[in-house]
């Protein structure tokens, strides 16, 4: 299946800028950006992001309060004070063998650096990825890894696959089988995690926000300093 797999990548892969290079900041970059917002909305940050701070050594140089600012809109803050963090660590100690050393990298991330930057055969399983290997019984190498990304992405979709216009129809077991919806994310709107956005969002403009459950939970993840009632970001 890989062979028929990397033909129909060579014809239909997207073309996504972080595919253009083998630079591990980079990489790691464009997925802990990815891990939780679109593609669409991660292409410009991602620019703008490598060309404010192009290397390790100029983000780890950043106050984290600036990184924070930056990652406005992107969700999830906690991922830029980590992606702070593994900057410093790469600019003090160089890339560590086993990447999950870095702050915020787990496996999926390692594997997808590892891959993408070190030309390691490892391949990133993210839900996409698992969907395919589990619709088709297949064991993928490393090099299907884009592959399979945009395979998940735009023709094995979770609940109702385009089988007519996949490349792995004819030795896939599941082709044809329609697919229960997913189990919806619970919901933004009123969340704690909107509340704590909120805050933090209030705070990077120079206001003191009046919800301190969200300020506390907030100063815990570093991602704002706390003195008596004041918030500010982290210096
Ligand atoms: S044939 Fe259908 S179920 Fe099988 S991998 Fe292709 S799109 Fe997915």
Same mark, same amino acid.
């Given at each position: 299946?890989?062979?028929l797999?990397?033909?129909?990548?060579?014809?239909?892969?997207?073309?996504?800028?972080?595919?253009?290079?083998?630079?591990?900041y980079?990489?790691?970059?464009?997925?802990?950006?990815?891990?939780?917002?679109?593609?669409?909305?991660?292409?410009?940050?991602?620019?703008?992001?490598?060309?404010?701070?192009?290397?390790?050594?100029?983000?780890?140089?950043?106050?984290?309060?600036?990184?924070?600012v930056?990652?406005?809109?992107?969700?999830?803050?906690?991922r830029?004070?980590?992606?702070?963090? #593994?900057?410093?660590? @790469? +600019? =003090?100690?160089?890339? $560590?063998? %086993?990447?999950?050393? *870095?702050?915020?990298?787990?496996?999926?991330?390692?594997?997808?650096?590892?891959?993408?930057?070190?030309?390691?055969?490892?391949?990133?399983?993210?839900?996409?990825?698992?969907?395919v290997?589990?619709r088709?019984?297949?064991?993928?190498?490393?090099?299907?890894?884009?592959?399979?990304?945009d395979?998940?992405?735009?023709?094995?979709?979770?609940?109702?696959?385009?089988?007519?216009e996949?490349?792995?129809?004819?030795?896939?077991?599941?082709?044809?089988?329609?697919?229960?919806?997913?189990?919806?994310?619970?919901a933004?709107?009123?969340?704690?995690?909107?509340?704590?956005?909120? #805050?933090?969002?209030? @705070? +990077? =403009?120079?206001?003191? $926000?009046? %919800?301190?459950?969200? *300020?506390?939970?907030?100063?815990r993840?570093?991602?704002?300093?706390?003195?008596?009632?004041?918030?500010?970001?982290?210096?």
């Amino acid at each position: 299946m890989n062979e028929l797999l990397l033909a129909w990548y060579g014809q239909n892969g997207r073309d996504l800028p972080w595919r253009n290079t083998s630079d591990p900041y980079a990489i790691l970059v464009s997925e802990v950006m990815l891990q939780q917002t679109q593609v669409d909305r991660v292409i410009p940050r991602w620019r703008a992001w490598l060309e404010r701070w192009p290397s390790p050594d100029a983000l780890a140089a950043a106050s984290a309060g600036e990184v924070i600012v930056a990652w406005q809109g992107l969700g999830y803050n906690r991922r830029a004070i980590s992606l702070h963090r #593994a900057a410093q660590h @790469v +600019a =003090a100690h160089g890339w $560590p063998d %086993d990447l999950t050393e *870095l702050p915020g990298v787990g496996p999926y991330t390692a594997a997808a650096v590892g891959n993408f930057a070190f030309g390691r055969d490892v391949l990133p399983v993210d839900t996409n990825v698992r969907r395919v290997q589990e619709r088709t019984g297949s064991n993928f190498d490393g090099s299907c890894a884009q592959a399979l990304f945009d395979l998940g992405a735009t023709v094995c979709l979770a609940r109702i696959p385009r089988c007519g216009e996949c490349p792995l129809a004819a030795a896939c077991p599941s082709r044809g089988q329609r697919y229960e919806p997913l189990r919806k994310q619970s919901a933004f709107e009123g969340s704690f995690r909107q509340r704590r956005a909120v #805050a933090l969002r209030a @705070v +990077a =403009a120079g206001d003191q $926000p009046s %919800d301190s459950d969200a *300020l506390v939970s907030l100063a815990r993840d570093g991602l704002v300093v706390l003195d008596g009632d004041r918030a500010s970001l982290p210096a």
